[in-house]
C-alpha cells in the first residue's frame, strides 16, 4: 500500500510518499479502506520529535478518518465489509490502509461525508467534553475562547452558543477575527490588543467572563485575570508555549478554579467515543453545527499540508485524501 512516512525528525520536508508493507487483520480489528483522514498539530510535533514516537522509522503519523471496511477479523460482531466508518484515535492513519479496533471504530451515517467525519471527530469530541465535562456550559455564562478561529476553537464557539453562553473569541489576525464571528462569536478581540481588560469590559458585570478555555499556554496568567472572581479556566493545550507556573495561594486569594483537560481521560470506551460522535453529527445535520469547508490535499502532497498548518495562516480542518 502506499502511505505517507518519514525516516527522520524535521521538517515538513522529511515526508515522503512511498510504498509499505500493509496492516495485517488481527483478533478484535477490521481492516479499513481510508476515504480521507484528519491533520492535527499533534501530527506536527510527532514530525518534529517533540513527541516520543516508539519503534524504528519510517515512522508513519495520522490518528483520525474514516473509509469503508475492507476485512474483519472473525470475532468481530456488528461490522461487515462494505460499513462507512470513522475514527479519532487510532495510529498509522496516513495509508491506504489502516488496522482499526472494534473498540475505536465509530459507524458513520450515509448522509455525513467521509471528509466531514475526518474534520469534526477528534476537535469535535475534544469541544464536547470541554463544554460538557471540564467545565459545563450553561445558559448565561460568558465564555472565552483562545485560538477562536482554529478547528477546535470554532467547534467550542458553536457549541457554548448552542449551550446558551454569550462568547468571546481570541485570534491573532484580523482574517481569523473574520473567521471567528463567522463561527459565531459574539465578538473577537486580537491577541495584540489589550485583551485581558477588553474581555472585563465585554464581561456583564465588568468583572470578567466566567470561564476561559486556553490552548496557547503561555497565556494562561492572562487568562486568569480576564475570568471573574470564582470563574473557571480550562487549561487543555500549549500551542503557544509552556505556562507559567500557578501558586496555589493565587487560587485561594481570588476562588478561581484552575482544570485541565485531556480528551482520552473523558472517552475511555467505545459507548461514550459513539454517544458523542452521534451527537456530533445530529448537530451537524440539523444545522446547529456547523464546519468550515475543509481545506483538501492528496496524501502524496501531505508535506504541503504540513506546511499549511504549521505557519498557523490556516482556519478550519486540513484533510488528506488518500
Not at 515522503?16 to 508493507?21: F, L, R, S
Request: proline content about 5%; some cysteine; hydrophobic content about 40%.
Amino acid at each position: 500500500m502506499k502511505a505517507l512516512v518519514f525516516e527522520q525528525f524535521g521538517g515538513p520536508e522529511v515526508l515522503a510518499y512511498k510504498e509499505i508493507a500493509a496492516p495485517s487483520l488481527e483478533p478484535g480489528t477490521v481492516l479499513v479502506r481510508m476515504k480521507a483522514i484528519g491533520l492535527n498539530y499533534a501530527d506536527i510535533y510527532r514530525r518534529r520529535g517533540n513527541y516520543h514516537l516508539a519503534g524504528e522509522p519510517p515512522y508513519l503519523l495520522g490518528y483520525e478518518g474514516a473509509g469503508v471496511v475492507e476485512e474483519v477479523s472473525p470475532e468481530v460482531e456488528g461490522l461487515k465489509p462494505g460499513d462507512r466508518i470513522a475514527f479519532c484515535d487510532v495510529p498509522f492513519a496516513n495509508a491506504e490502509l489502516v488496522q482499526v479496533p472494534i473498540a475505536k471504530a465509530i459507524p458513520l451515517p450515509e448522509d455525513i461525508s467521509f471528509e466531514i467525519a475526518a474534520a469534526v471527530l477528534l476537535q469535535g469530541m475534544t469541544a464536547h467534553y470541554l463544554t460538557h465535562d471540564s467545565y459545563k456550559v450553561q445558559k448565561g455564562d460568558e465564555v472565552l475562547v483562545h485560538a477562536a478561529a482554529g478547528g477546535v476553537g470554532q467547534l467550542l464557539l458553536q457549541l457554548a452558543k448552542r449551550q446558551g453562553a454569550r462568547v468571546l473569541g481570541l485570534v491573532s489576525s484580523e482574517a481569523k477575527q473574520g473567521a471567528a464571528l463567522a463561527a459565531g462569536a459574539d465578538e473577537a478581540f486580537l491577541y495584540n490588543s489589550n485583551w485581558v481588560e477588553e474581555a472585563k469590559s465585554w464581561s456583564s458585570d465588568g468583572d470578567g467572563v466566567t470561564v476561559a478555555y486556553d490552548s496557547v499556554g503561555s497565556t494562561l496568567m492572562d487568562s486568569f485575570s480576564a475570568v471573574r472572581t470564582k470563574g473557571t479556566v480550562v487549561f487543555y493545550g500549549m500551542a503557544g508555549g509552556d505556562p507559567a507556573f500557578v501558586d496555589p495561594r493565587m487560587l485561594m486569594d481570588s476562588s478561581k478554579t484552575l482544570t485541565g483537560g485531556d480528551l482520552w481521560n473523558h472517552v475511555t470506551t467505545r459507548e461514550d467515543r459513539i454517544r458523542r460522535a452521534t451527537d456530533l453529527f445530529d448537530w451537524l445535520l440539523e444545522g446547529s453545527l456547523r464546519l468550515e469547508t475543509p481545506r483538501t490535499f492528496s496524501l502524496q502532497d501531505g508535506a504541503e499540508a504540513h506546511r499549511l498548518l504549521e505557519s498557523r495562516q490556516s482556519t478550519g480542518k486540513i484533510i488528506l485524501i488518500p
